[in-house]
């Protein structure tokens, strides 16, 4: 198993046994995918939260990486992960509970609420514009 190191400035793990229930290969792949863009959020197709929050970041001028677990080769294993990083329970779960989850600037953000709560407040548009994401 393994657990994610409190750090905002990018992913870090330790391991703490092998038996396969955090696979790093699943960490390695949402830390390149997260890197790939200024925003990249991790979506189900289906899921309307998912739509809404990549409705905002369009609305806002963004143009988003979206990654669709439900159409992913691994997507089960990026979603089980990412559930994970996100402290939900034991990261077993495979309804789209969680998602969507957003990275800016290959930082981890959060689901929905992190998200939309940082859009209220007024912080999203200032992490949107360091990462360059944003030309305002």
């Known amino acids: ?34 890197a790939e863009s200024a925003v990249v959020i991790f979506s189900v197709s289906t899921c309307c939260m998912c739509h809404a929050v990549k409705g905002l970041f369009r609305g806002m001028g963004v143009s988003p990486a979206v990654h669709e677990l439900d159409l992913h080769p ?17 990261g077993a779960s495979t309804s789209p509970g969680g998602l969507p989850v957003v990275f800016i600037g290959g930082k ?16 999203l548009v200032p992490l949107l514009k ?7």
Not at 4 to 33: A, C, H, Q, W
Not at 116 to 122: E, F, K, L, R, T
């Open 108 to 123: 981890m953000v959060g689901s929905m609420e992190r998200v939309m709560a940082s859009h209220i407040n007024g912080s």
């Open 130 to 136: 360091d990462a360059g994401a944003l030309w305002l």
């Open 1 to 34: 198993m393994q657990y994610r190191t409190e750090t905002r400035s990018s992913l870090s793990y330790n391991k703490v046994n092998n038996m396969g229930v955090f696979p790093s290969d699943s960490l390695v792949r949402i830390e390149s995918m997260a």
């Open 74 to 90: 691994y997507g089960v294993d990026i979603h089980r992960a990412l559930l994970r990083l996100l402290g939900c329970s034991n």
